[in-house]
């Protein structure tokens, strides 16, 4: 059985591509579900909601037309920004893909999951909802503790998992209200589990139809200052 550590060790770096053959059986769902909500918030207020999403079509959809923020890599006349960088594949802008495109937004493989799930702030939390302004300030901490304790469950189970934060926030909402029950969907974290893609890619390789088309630089452990009582 592995560690805390090990399992921590484990979610620390995205899987940006799986094995969509390989289905997750729905006890396992449940399970890496319960260990989700088993995590703590404040005064146990239901501060998030989780979205799970397992139909491949919908999944595949999450990767073309939602995980597709560019905001951070290009400018906005679509122009590529001065932020080369090196690795294994070669020279070349994140943004820019094995073919030479612009089109970061194939870097998040995460979304296209057998098992993807979606945290979001429960109506009651969000702007103009019916708890206290103060007490959103909670949201946030018991959102990521709740995905945090999904990851570490899947791991245990031997899956491999990857965070997305970066995507479409109306088109995702607009998603959510056509196909859940979720009337006012306010999304904030993606999360994508399930095993590696069978071609034998490495984690940072983002795959679509059996070719890679987009790796990421591994970043490694964060460099987190711990500070100690004199």
Known sequence: MKSIKEIIQRV????????????IPQEH????????????????????????????EHTRFMYNEVAVD????????????????????????????????VCCYKRNGQTNAPLLLVFGVT???????SQPSHRRKDVMQSLMLGSAGAAMAAVELGYYTGF???FKEDVLSKFL???????????RLLLGIGM???GGFSRGVSVLDGKAVYKADEMGKAPIPVHRYK
Request: hydrophobic share 25%; proline share 10%; glycine share 6%.
């Open 12 to 23: 620390q770096s995205c899987q940006r591509n799986f094995d969509l053959d390989h289905r």
């Open 29 to 56: 769902q449940d399970y890496i579900i319960e260990c989700a909500t088993l995590m703590p918030t404040r005064y146990a207020r239901p501060h998030y909601n989780i979205t799970v999403i397992t139909d491949p």
């Open 70 to 101: 560019l905001s951070d890599e290009i400018d906005t006349e679509g122009k590529p920004l001065p932020n080369g960088q090196t690795n294994e594949i070669g020279n070349f802008v994140p943004n820019v893909d094995f073919e030479g495109k």
């Open 123 to 129: 109506e009651e939390f969000q702007v103009g909802g």
């Open 164 to 166: 997305c934060r970066c």
């Open 177 to 187: 209200i056509e196909h859940t029950d979720c009337t006012k969907p306010d999304p």
């Open 196 to 198: 590696p893609h069978p």
